[in-house]
């Protein structure tokens, strides 16, 4: 299978700071990224996705970079918030392009 | 609830047994994929279908392991012959093809092999 790795495997912010999670993909094949959130109890939830030919993508307090040069992917979140505490993975599409990889996950703890 | 619903959210099963789990998509939703997830990992790709259509199969999808969607609607996992190594959260998640990236998670059901 694919490797999508993350560098740390848990994160603890206080509220309010920005937080990055890290990752590391591959497949230089892949051509699409996503980053998911699962909380504990629930199924992955996705909070954002970026094409290869992108660098930057903004969403609601996240956003997504992607250097396909060291094959690196990170989500950063502005002003942590208690809601934000939950495990983060990153996704890739691989060689087939219809199905996804995930990563072992980093688990995001935000400190009132 | 319009998500993505699985049934049940739990099974115990002795080892040896047969199981099966059912997913309920979004109603307007042509993809739908099952995923493995065991303890501290990330989900694992097990399968997909578009509409009727089972398109792509994992490796880890061994001959006990079976999958239908015969409507194009709700799919169902089977488990044949249940093994410890089973035990797992099994996850549904659905897309519509043309944003088949923006897939939604149902809740899973946990298999525990006994």
């Known amino acids: 299978g694919e490797s999508v790795g993350l560098h740390l495997p848990t994160l603890s912010v206080q509220e309010g700071d920005n937080s990055i999670i890290n990752c590391a993909y591959s497949?230089?094949?892949?051509?699409?990224f996503i980053w998911y959130k699962q909380e504990s109890g629930k199924g992955p939830q996705f909070i954002i996705d970026?094409?290869?030919?992108?660098d930057k993508r903004q969403g609601q307090r996240v956003t997504v970079l992607l250097n396909k040069t060291v094959k690196h992917l990170s989500l950063q979140i502005a002003a942590t918030q208690p809601g934000d505490s939950a495990v983060y993975f990153c996704?890739?599409?691989?060689?087939?392009?219809?199905?996804?990889?995930f990563g072992t996950g980093t688990s995001l703890t935000v400190i009132p | 609830d319009t998500g993505v619903s699985q049934d049940p959210r739990h099974k115990i099963t002795k080892r040896g047994q047969n199981v099966t789990f059912r997913c309920d998509p979004i109603?307007?939703?042509?993809?739908l994929y099952w995923y493995r997830q065991t303890l501290g990992q990330g989900p694992e790709f097990l399968t997909y279908?578009?509409?009727?259509?089972?398109?792509?199969k994992s490796r880890l999808l061994s001959d006990r392991f079976s999958a239908e969607r015969p409507k194009g609607s709700f799919s169902t996992l089977e488990i044949q012959r249940t093994e410890q190594g089973d035990s797992a959260m099994y996850l549904c998640?659905?897309?519509?093809?043309?944003?088949?990236?923006?897939?939604?998670f149902g809740q899973g059901t946990r298999l525990t092999v006994v």
């Open positions: 279908f578009q509409n009727e259509a089972q398109l792509e």
């Open positions: 970026i094409r290869s030919n992108m």
């Open positions: 996704a890739e599409n691989g060689d087939t392009g219809n199905q996804f990889y």
């Open positions: 998640a659905s897309s519509l093809q043309g944003a088949w990236t923006e897939a939604f």
């Open positions: 109603s307007e939703h042509n993809r």
């Open positions: 497949n230089s094949a892949s051509d699409y």
